[in-house]
């Protein structure tokens, strides 16, 4: 059977952009990408809410997110793919107790290149027809939920539809001769000895170990580096060789409504906060719950990433809760805005964060000739283009990676040994 030069397992867009910049690097080499689902972008990726923004505590993370998000501005505006990326920013509220504490923080942001705006509670009020004062509900003291005095737009924020960009990267990936194969189940990877001696169950340890190929539904597929970008998944292929990747799963829930009152409308097309004139994503104080626009299909999608108790845990098939949804999220939104009482979710999904639980950011490093590329941590999308370059300069053996605009990144930041980052605090 015919070596590759790599396989990479995973057709996320984490995945995709990894072949499509090693492509750009190794032109000459043979890069085959096989993936379990029919087509590209079935797994995390596409159930993603797809949201970017340039607005994180780590330098690390506004650097990879920032990157990223020019590249996307780029593929949109400079070569017309349609990611439908619109800015309309993100739009944080808070209790008068949190403001107080993130005030200084927030002097800080125009030092870091983050350009935002303040609101108070009477705007708010009034431009999104919003209950910003709730302590006097007794429901809602009962529910822990926070008055609300202040918000903060973040500008270089908004969304983008994750199918169009997991499809551009396909498209150039093949387009640069990427080899992309569809229902492939990758069972394992399979380590030998650099040196076989034919013995029963080699490797032994006194040998030098390598991981040699994938085993899959399709037959075994050789390559000199195997890449896993398989998102929440990876565990399961790293673990069985004693490859601790550190990230840890977590189902993530999205409930669909139609904005189809006038009340609704009015929410959704809001013009005071931006040129794209729809609402920002609006995110919650406490909670944390937040409401994405989605101009499209006239509708808005709710999601929360609830923490203590929800398992670390992998699943083939997540399935949202109705009841997380009825008994958790919905008494939440509607004291807040009440333009959603008795609206019941058209549609719903779930899908899963692959946590990094270090530190909260991207993890890419190699071992026996493996690579692993993961961690977005809930932020996959808005750095995978960032960390696709940073996969690519790893397999090339280069000490850094040139993100888009030049700016330079040392590999090994995002690395396990002699990684350089800071704990995110950020993560929604």
């Not at 409504?257 to 609704?264: I, V």
Request: hydrophobic share 40%; proline share 5%.
């Amino acid at each position: 059977m015919a070596k590759h030069d790599v396989v990479i397992v995973g057709a996320g867009v984490a995945g995709l952009a990894t072949a499509y910049h090693i492509k750009r690097l190794k032109p000459d080499d043979d890069v085959l990408l096989v993936e379990r689902y029919g087509m590209a972008g079935q797994g995390s990726s596409g159930k993603s809410a797809a949201m970017f923004r340039c607005f994180f505590s780590s330098r690390t993370n506004l650097k990879l997110a920032g990157t990223s998000i020019r590249f996307y501005e780029h593929v949109q505006k400079d070569l017309n793919y349609d990611l439908m990326m619109k800015f309309h920013g993100y739009l944080w509220l808070f209790s008068e107790d949190r403001y107080k504490e993130i005030k200084k923080d927030l002097k800080m942001l125009p030092s870091m290149g983050i350009k935002y705006e303040e609101y108070d509670e009477e705007f708010l009020a009034r431009s999104l027809n919003m209950n910003t004062r709730v302590s006097g509900d007794e429901e809602a003291r009962f529910i822990g939920l926070l008055d609300i005095s202040h918000a903060v737009l973040i500008k270089d924020a908004g969304s983008l539809d994750p199918d169009s960009l997991v499809r551009f990267y396909e498209e150039r990936a093949r387009e640069l001769g990427v080899k992309i194969l569809y229902e492939v189940e990758v069972k394992s990877l399979l380590p030998e000895p650099e040196e076989k001696l034919g013995l029963p169950d080699e490797p032994y340890f006194w040998q030098e170990p390598t991981v040699s190929g994938v085993k899959t539904s399709k037959g075994v597929y050789n390559a000199n580096k195997i890449i896993v970008a398989a998102g929440a998944w990876s565990s399961k292929l790293l673990d069985p060789l004693g490859v601790d990747c550190y990230i840890k799963p977590k189902k993530r829930q999205i409930f669909a409504l139609r904005a189809e009152t006038d009340d609704l409308k009015k929410l959704m097309y809001v013009k005071e906060f931006s040129p794209e004139g729809i609402v920002p994503f609006v995110i919650l104080p406490k909670y944390t719950l937040w409401i994405k626009p989605v101009p499209k299909e006239d509708s808005f999608w709710i999601g929360y990433a609830d923490d203590f108790p929800r398992a670390f845990k992998v699943e083939d098939d997540p399935q949202p809760e109705r009841h997380f949804w009825e008994c958790g999220m919905y008494p939440i939104l509607i004291k807040y805005f009440p333009q959603f009482k008795e609206v019941k979710p058209f549609n719903s999904w779930a899908g899963q964060y692959d946590y990094n639980t270090i530190d909260r950011q991207p993890l890419i490093f190699e071992e026996h000739n493996l690579i692993f590329v993961g961690g977005g941590s809930g932020s996959g999308i808005m750095k995978a283009d960032a960390m696709g370059r940073v996969a690519a300069a790893l397999y090339a053996g280069e000490e850094y990676a040139e993100l888009y605009g030049g700016e330079k990144f040392k590999v090994s930041d995002l690395g396990i040994k002699d990684r350089k980052t800071e704990i995110e605090k950020l993560v929604i």
